[in-house]
């Protein structure tokens, strides 16, 4: 079974300084329908103003995933990291017994645009950990490339969740096709463009959910950023 979770109909929230859909339920945004996809609990777009961001602030008992499509975000917590976060790095925040941090545009005329992803971890209250890791246009040119995973493996970054998330880069005649073990579902969600997911064509800000299937495929890109979730 696909279902289509279309981005027309996500919340939004505009802040001024900060505008955002929320894939699922999100602060004010409240939708018994879309509180989550298996152990995937946020997907937020968000777009930073210039000279805007997030002052500093809790987490606990989450893993925090990172993705800067265009802009930069710099990252302050007190475990003593401080970077700035492009596009093609992937960064994961484990907040566990507790974290702060801040997240920030330094940018004075370009705005920030971002994924912000929650997923529920696989044990609470671990020890809170950070890591970031970049991958190349290349590595993900016409292919499902593993960016995180419950092992590290392929130096996708280490995720304490059951969760394994691929990226991918289409256009044109580029495609691939993932297997979905027995057992687990996929969530798709189309960062920008446009592309075919198992036949059913999705643009910016929309997603497939699957559950049931034994693969998902992705084909016909315009510019299209893929990434896919593969679930417990």
Excluded: C
Excluded at 144 to 156: A, I, N, Q, W
Aim: hydrophobic content about 40%; proline content about 3%; charged content about 25%.
């Amino acid at each position: 079974m696909i279902e289509l979770r279309l981005g027309k109909d996500r919340g939004y929230g505009d802040h001024g300084w900060l505008k955002s859909f929320h894939s699922f339920s999100f602060a004010d945004y409240h939708d018994p329908r879309h509180m989550q996809f298996g152990d995937l609990r946020v997907i937020n777009e968000d777009r930073v103003a210039p000279g805007q961001g997030f002052g500093t602030h809790g987490h606990r008992d989450m893993e925090i995933i990172s993705y800067v499509l265009e802009g930069e975000l710099a990252h302050r917590d007190n475990m003593g990291n401080g970077s700035a976060i492009r596009p093609g790095h992937v960064q994961r925040m484990s907040a566990g017994t507790g974290v702060m941090h801040s997240e920030y545009n330094h940018s004075a005329d370009r705005e920030t645009h971002f994924l912000q992803i929650w997923i529920l971890p696989s044990a609470r209250g671990i020890a809170p950990g950070y890591e970031e890791k970049y991958f190349t246009a290349a590595e993900k040119r016409g292919r499902l490339r593993l960016v995180v995973s419950s092992d590290g493996r392929e130096g996708s970054v280490h995720i304490t969740a059951d969760v394994s998330v691929y990226a991918g880069l289409f256009d044109g005649d580029e495609q691939a096709t993932l297997a979905i073990p027995a057992g687990r579902r996929a969530y798709v969600h189309i960062a920008r463009g446009a592309a075919r997911v198992s036949g059913q064509l999705l643009a910016a800000g929309d997603a497939a959910k699957l559950t049931g299937e034994r693969e998902v495929t992705i084909a016909q890109g315009r510019d299209a950023e893929v990434l896919v979730f593969d679930l417990a």
